[in-house]
């Protein structure tokens, strides 16, 4: 067990970048392409019965259709991380001096296990689910606290143990 006096020590992550994006997970909309894929059987029904208007217009229908799922299908950026703070998608920069109460707070509702993330921003409770986003919640979590680390040490690079600094030798 560690001595609560003692002062905790940050190791920096090398791997992680200076700034990172969090994204969308893409959304399921499969009703959309289902609407899509109908609309272009029946443009081909009322185009083969000479309907020439109403093929039409189910082209028209189908394409919008397939359209708007595309343009859903894609991951969104909604959060990016940097040493100097954390910015929402649609929101101004914060700095990491201004975020409090950071934390990743479970919830169990009705055997449904959730995970949000929750900070305290200008006297505004922010709260994110973290099912929307592409990332896992200890990959979250593991990022926020080098973030935070940076921010508040500097970014340190700690060499392994096995690797010694050369000796000069006075011979």
């Known amino acids: 067990m560690t001595d609560p006096n003692e ?42 019965q000479a309907e020439l208007w109403s093929g039409l217009c189910m082209l028209t229908l189908s394409s919008y259709l397939g359209w708007i799922y595309v343009k859903h299908n894609k991951p969104q950026p909604k959060i990016i991380l940097s040493q100097e703070g954390i910015q929402l998608l649609g929101q101004p920069f914060v700095s990491w001096a201004l975020v ?11 055997n ?4 949000n993330l929750i900070f305290v921003n ?14 896992s919640s200890w990959r979250l979590e593991h990022l926020l606290e080098i973030y935070q ?6 970014s340190v690079t700690i060499l392994p143990d096995d690797e010694e600094k050369p000796q000069l030798s006075l011979e």
Not at 112 to 115: G, H, S
Not at 149 to 154: E, K
């Open 7 to 48: 002062l905790s020590v940050f190791e920096d992550d090398p791997d992680i970048p200076e700034l990172t994006t969090i994204f969308t997970k893409a959304q399921d909309r499969y009703m959309l392409l289902v609407g899509a894929l109908g609309a272009l059987l029946y443009m081909v029904y009322f185009l083969n």
């Open 100 to 110: 409090h109460g950071l934390h990743i707070k479970p919830e169990v509702k009705k």
């Open 112 to 115: 449904v296990y959730t995970e």
């Open 122 to 135: 200008n006297g505004r409770i922010q709260e994110i689910p973290i099912s929307q986003l592409d990332i």
């Open 149 to 154: 680390g940076r921010f508040r040490y500097g």
